[in-house]
């Protein structure tokens, strides 16, 4: 049952993005979730997991959840392109934005673009962990807390879902442009390394709004990963990893001209923040987020 979950997971988030590299993030988180688990313990985590999709009030989160994963791989995207592209208000934040860095000495972007500009197979690669792990470890963890950690799912699912939220309101009402439109001789280097045109008005813009600087989604989602796995397992490999995967996407956004250092901090803030007021346990026992039958699932 864990397995045709999951993979019920990808069919849904597939069949919910029409952009053939999307599918292909989606397509990997089954293999992922699955090869993270210790073999011993996957038989105990099935059972768990079995039992509670017998439940109809569980088969009604699922869907919510599946619903959630079709949000993160495509909705999100849909509703923020219906934002009306503010070119010139965008690039004027973006400026703000990077004085009110440099006023505070904190402006590394302009130095890790142009050093990765001159390495072509690193740049590569970083250009590769932008587009796609982020989308990719997400969905893994999110179909890891189903699979493994009823306890914590409550708390994860309404903070990733309140964050993007937060997210989409920041982006309609503070458009920022991204240090690659602003002048400075900053390197494009996703549009490099994809062989693409720079990004323009008109019909490219279109194709998805990247006046969404401020703050950081790729960091919120992986500051989020990062509680995730920490709570999840008490092994200290797996918690040094979950604490270095903000910072080394942290250097991936900036370093490819896709996001400021303040970006960052405010995407991993926002995060936080939302993380530890909804898991204030007046908050848990007042939604019914407590652990109760389901019980709780061993940490790795």
Same mark, same amino acid.
């Given at each position: 049952?864990?397995?045709?979950?999951? +993979?019920?997971?990808?069919?849904?988030?597939?069949?919910?993005?029409?952009? =053939?590299?999307?599918?292909?993030?989606?397509?990997?988180?089954?293999?992922?979730?699955?090869? @993270?688990?210790?073999?011993?313990?996957? =038989?105990?985590?099935?059972?768990?997991?079995?039992?509670?999709?017998? &439940?109809?009030?569980?088969?009604?989160?699922?869907? *919510? &959840?599946?619903?959630? #994963?079709?949000?993160?791989? %495509?909705?999100? &995207?849909?509703?923020?392109?219906?934002? =009306?592209?503010?070119?010139?208000?965008?690039?004027?934040?973006?400026?703000?934005?990077?004085?009110?860095?440099?006023?505070?000495?904190?402006?590394?972007?302009?130095?890790?673009?142009?050093?990765?500009? $001159?390495?072509?197979?690193?740049?590569?690669? !970083?250009?590769?962990?932008?587009?796609?792990?982020?989308?990719?470890?997400?969905?893994?963890?999110?179909?890891?807390?189903?699979?493994?950690?009823?306890?914590?799912?409550?708390?994860?699912? %309404?903070?990733?879902?309140? +964050?993007?939220?937060?997210?989409?309101?920041?982006?309609?009402?503070?458009?920022?442009?991204?240090?690659?439109?602003?002048?400075?001789?900053?390197? &494009?280097?996703?549009?490099?390394?994809?062989?693409?045109?720079?990004?323009?008005?008109?019909?490219?813009?279109?194709?998805?709004?990247?006046?969404? @600087?401020?703050?950081?989604?790729?960091?919120?989602?992986?500051?989020?990963?990062?509680?995730?796995?920490?709570?999840?397992?008490? $092994?200290?490999? *797996? $918690?040094?990893?979950?604490?270095?995967? =903000?910072? #080394?996407?942290?250097?991936?956004?900036?370093?490819?001209?896709?996001?400021?250092?303040?970006?960052? !901090?405010?995407?991993?803030? +926002?995060?936080?923040?939302?993380?530890?007021?909804?898991?204030? @346990?007046?908050?848990?026992?007042?939604?019914?987020?407590?652990?109760?039958?389901?019980?709780?699932?061993?940490?790795?």
């Amino acid at each position: 049952m864990a397995s045709e979950a999951i +993979v019920l997971v990808s069919a849904i988030s597939r069949q919910a993005s029409e952009s =053939p590299h999307q599918l292909e993030r989606c397509g990997l988180i089954a293999s992922v979730a699955a090869a @993270s688990q210790p073999a011993g313990r996957r =038989p105990a985590a099935q059972a768990a997991l079995a039992h509670r999709l017998r &439940d109809r009030r569980q088969q009604l989160w699922l869907l *919510l &959840d599946l619903l959630i #994963v079709a949000w993160l791989c %495509w909705l999100f &995207d849909a509703i923020n392109n219906l934002a =009306p592209v503010r070119q010139a208000l965008a690039e004027q934040n973006g400026e703000g934005v990077l004085e009110l860095e440099r006023s505070l000495q904190l402006n590394p972007e302009h130095a890790l673009d142009t050093w990765l500009a $001159r390495h072509n197979a690193l740049s590569q690669i !970083v250009v590769f962990w932008y587009e796609n792990v982020h989308i990719v470890v997400t969905l893994a963890v999110f179909a890891l807390l189903w699979w493994r950690r009823a306890d914590l799912l409550g708390v994860m699912r %309404w903070t990733l879902v309140i +964050v993007n939220l937060i997210a989409l309101a920041a982006f309609w009402s503070f458009p920022v442009a991204p240090a690659r439109m602003l002048s400075g001789g900053y390197v &494009d280097l996703v549009a490099r390394a994809n062989h693409l045109p720079v990004w323009q008005f008109g019909a490219t813009a279109l194709d998805s709004n990247q006046l969404c @600087s401020l703050p950081s989604l790729h960091i919120a989602w992986a500051t989020w990963c990062s509680i995730a796995i920490w709570h999840m397992t008490r $092994r200290r490999s *797996l $918690r040094a990893i979950a604490v270095a995967y =903000p910072f #080394v996407t942290t250097f991936a956004v900036m370093a490819t001209g896709n996001h400021f250092l303040a970006d960052a !901090v405010a995407g991993a803030a +926002v995060t936080a923040a939302v993380f530890f007021a909804l898991s204030r @346990s007046a908050i848990r026992g007042r939604l019914g987020w407590e652990s109760r039958a389901v019980g709780r699932t061993t940490a790795a």
